[in-house]
């Protein structure tokens, strides 16, 4: 079935650092990929997509490039702020019934 | 103008009740779902409803049981609460069923049961 990996365990990391978080994906088909951000005490929110291979999704300085080849979504940002604390969660929607599959999120804390 | 609303947002029971989550979206989509957050922060889907019409039923337990009076709602109503029930469960709403639309979360509703 189709499943998402993120690495293991929070990342924390001080303010105007750089940012990776590695997700990978098995799939039948091409799925469409996402990163979702949920803050403390709210619900997920969409931080950005791709919907085939190659594409490039940003917002708010946060990029991820769909990668057919390693099957690869990995989230990157040049410059964290304190603001970007939150957890991330990489995932994938089925074809046919949009079913999104995620990953088992990371927790990031940016420190001053 | 709250997209997806979920009610109430905390509900604190006793084992053995029975229990509802109210959900409801004004982004005029047409299909909704039900997810369960663990304590690990591990989100799984349970249901999801196109048109009114039951689409994805995981392997949840009979108690728990979807309803769906129009495509602007989403209920889900749980009988004989268990510990194990303890979670987050976020309701969401989509555009369809094609894959490249995202889904838009409510803000969660965190269920304890003592």
């Known amino acids: 079935g189709n499943s998402v990996t993120q690495m293991e365990g929070p990342v924390t990391l001080s303010e105007e650092a750089f940012l990776t978080i590695n997700c990978t994906y098995t799939?039948?088909?091409?799925?469409?990929l996402f990163w979702y951000v949920q803050y403390p005490g709210e619900g997920l929110q969409l931080l950005l997509k791709a919907t085939k291979a190659d594409d490039k999704g940003s917002n708010k300085g946060f990029e991820a490039t769909y990668r057919k080849e390693t099957t690869s979504f990995h989230l990157e940002k040049g410059s964290v702020q304190v603001s970007d604390s939150a957890v991330y969660f990489c995932a994938l929607s089925e074809r046919g019934n949009n079913r999104l599959a995620f990953g088992k999120g990371n927790q990031v804390v940016v420190i001053p | 103008d709250t997209a997806v609303s979920q009610t109430p947002k905390y509900l604190v029971t006793q084992m053995g009740n029975d229990k509802s989550i109210k959900c409801e979206q004004n982004l005029g989509h047409d299909t909704m779902y039900w997810y369960k957050q663990d304590s690990k922060k591990f989100l799984k889907i349970m249901f999801s409803?196109?048109?009114?019409?039951?689409?994805i039923n995981e392997t949840v337990p009979n108690r728990f049981s979807p309803k769906s009076p129009d495509k602007a709602h989403l209920n889900l109503h749980i009988n004989s609460l268990e510990l194990g029930d303890s979670a987050v469960y976020f309701c969401?709403?989509?555009?369809?069923?094609?894959?490249?639309?995202?889904?838009?979360f409510g803000d969660g509703t965190r269920l304890s049961i003592l």
């Open positions: 409803y196109n048109n009114k019409e039951l689409i």
């Open positions: 969401a709403s989509s555009q369809g069923l094609e894959p490249n639309q995202p889904q838009h």
């Open positions: 799939a039948t088909g091409y799925p469409s």
